[in-house]
């Protein structure tokens, strides 16, 4: 299997809270929302649709997954609806319990396992495992150079503050870009394949 770590990115880097002022406010970040005028059903969710199609996995770190578990059940009736709440969920966190899942079939692995258990997942047979959002846990992936693929919508808007992608790392990772679409609305749907 291959990791697939999609985002939602600004100019500057941030990744915090895309979709909803409420979705990430940590920091006193109050921009949250900042993607909804720049998202082109066509151009992306072709794109996440496609992706979706060829994952065998989702895995997200724990806020991620709640804001996900709340909002994907009730819906169905589109391919990236019906993969979503059909495919095998992994959640990072030590806090979760079983009894916090209701969004099935859903794994929880706790922090001292995660980064073995995405290379056990990656030395499996199938397709991607699926990532969106949860910073922190990318950011762990980038530095354990654990990510196949990276797939950035980049957004034409300067945020200022906010929770940032990528960490500070010891060595470059080099990545190619393979495809780039651009979006109604500006934005640039950019694929890059780990050059290794």
């Known amino acids: 299997m291959k990791t697939l770590i999609t985002e939602f990115i600004s100019l500057d880097g941030v990744v915090q809270a895309p979709g909803a002022p409420s979705?990430?406010?940590?920091?006193?970040?109050?921009?949250?929302?900042?993607?909804?005028?720049y998202f082109d059903p066509e151009v992306m969710g072709g794109t996440f649709d496609t992706l979706a199609k060829q994952?065998?996995?989702?895995?997200?770190?724990r806020r991620t997954y709640q804001v996900?578990?709340?909002a994907w059940p009730s819906r169905s009736g589109d391919d990236f609806s019906d993969w979503i709440n059909r495919v095998q969920k992994y959640v990072?966190?030590?806090t979760l319990?079983?009894?916090?899942?209701?969004?099935?079939?859903?794994?929880?692995?706790?922090?001292?396992?995660?980064?073995?258990?995405?290379?056990?997942?990656?030395?499996?047979?199938?397709?991607?495992?699926y990532v969106y959002g949860s910073p922190t846990m990318v950011q762990s992936l980038l530095a354990a150079d654990l990510v196949d693929e990276l797939v950035l919508t980049v957004v034409p808007l300067i945020i200022g503050s906010g929770k940032k992608l990528f960490p500070a790392m010891d060595e470059p990772?080099?990545?190619?870009l393979v495809s780039a679409a651009k979006a109604s609305t500006g934005a640039q749907v950019c694929r890059y394949v780990r050059a290794r």
Do not use: C, N
């Open 55 to 61: 994952s065998d996995a989702l895995l997200q770190g």
């Open 173 to 176: 990772l080099p990545f190619e």
């Open 97 to 129: 319990t079983e009894a916090d899942i209701t969004w099935h079939p859903t794994t929880i692995i706790r922090g001292k396992d995660f980064l073995k258990t995405v290379a056990d997942l990656r030395a499996q047979p199938g397709g991607y495992i």
């Open 68 to 70: 996900s578990a709340m």
């Open 23 to 37: 979705e990430d406010t940590d920091g006193g970040f109050a921009h949250g929302g900042w993607m909804g005028k």
């Open 92 to 94: 990072v966190s030590d």
